[in-house]
């Protein structure tokens, strides 16, 4: 069974830094696209980032050069860098990956950016 787990998340202030890692298991092939998503409460869950196994990135408009995704080059682990956060940027975060047709699920980490 294939499992990811975000890493990473907490509390931090306007203009702090975080980063957040998905590992994933039990995955025999490697995915094709890799990325994170997030929801806020009363909000629909929107695009963050993607990556996808060339290395093309994609990220979501209000980005704005604030984070960058990146993968490492062995196994199926990637990595979300957040700069410059803002109190929008609150919500769970979740990492995201497909392979073999099937999209792939992390549980979802919590990201709280508060003065």
């Known amino acids: 069974q294939v499992r990811l787990v975000e890493s990473g998340g907490g509390l931090v202030q306007p203009g702090g830094s975080l980063r957040l890692s998905c590992k994933t298991s039990?995955?025999?092939?490697?995915?094709?696209?890799m990325g994170w998503y997030r929801q806020a409460p009363g909000k629909q869950r929107e695009l963050v980032a993607t990556i996808i196994s060339n290395g093309i990135t994609n990220y979501g408009d209000f980005v704005k050069g604030r984070f960058s995704i990146s993968k490492e080059k062995v196994g199926n682990t990637w990595h979300l860098q957040m700069n410059n956060l803002a109190l929008e940027d609150t919500a769970v975060y979740s990492c995201?990956?497909?392979?073999?047709?099937?999209?792939?699920w992390g549980q979802g980490t919590q990201v709280t950016v508060s003065s």
């Open positions: 995201w990956a497909r392979g073999l047709g099937h999209d792939y």
């Open positions: 039990g995955a025999i092939f490697s995915f094709t696209a």
